[in-house]
């Protein structure tokens, strides 16, 4: 009798756990598919993370990029200045957006971006996820 007991437990808990991932995975997807331009803005501009450098009054205004203010339309669709063939940010392509790499460190000149550190990975795959779905200005 014990051992149903113990056997009928093993299977409510391995029932439940697996109804968890599957609800937190979903959860997981439709947050990130619902990942808006404002959530973007806010990883370039906390802490000082981008706009500390990349704005126009600081005397350290580099690459000619602008990050504190109309970032949108300084990114989307814009040539780099490191590398004039490429989009700093190509809606539904996170590959063939530049400013996207700078942050991931795939095929880029100079240093990764932030150059104290790489973001999280919850960050990139926000902004990444912001690229596939369109790069909207929302
Ligand atoms: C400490 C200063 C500093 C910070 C902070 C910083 N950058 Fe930069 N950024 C630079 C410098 C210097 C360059 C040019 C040299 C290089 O690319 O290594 C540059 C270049 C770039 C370029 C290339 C621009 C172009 O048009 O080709 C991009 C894109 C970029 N940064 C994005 C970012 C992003 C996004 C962040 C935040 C996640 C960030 N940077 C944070 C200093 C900074």
């Not at 997807?29 to 959530?39: G, H, K, L, Y």
């Not at 795939?106 to 990444?128: F, R, S, V, Y």
């Amino acid at each position: 009798m014990k051992k149903y007991i113990v056997l009928a437990l093993i299977t409510v808990t391995v029932f439940f756990t697996s109804c968890e991932d599957n609800i937190k995975y979903k959860v997981d997807i439709e947050e990130a598919s619902e990942v808006t331009f404002t959530d973007v803005k806010e990883i370039f501009t906390n802490n000082n993370t981008c706009i500390s450098c990349h704005n126009t009054q600081s005397k350290d205004y580099y690459a000619g990029l602008d990050l504190s203010a109309s970032v949108y339309e300084n990114i989307v669709g814009v040539n780099s200045t490191q590398r004039t063939n490429e989009v700093l940010i190509k809606a539904n392509s996170p590959e063939e957006s530049y400013l996207y790499r700078k942050m991931t460190g795939e095929n880029i000149d100079g240093t990764i971006m932030p150059p104290g550190g790489k973001l999280n990975q919850i960050q990139l795959d926000k902004i990444k996820s912001w690229i596939e779905n369109g790069a909207l200005n929302n």
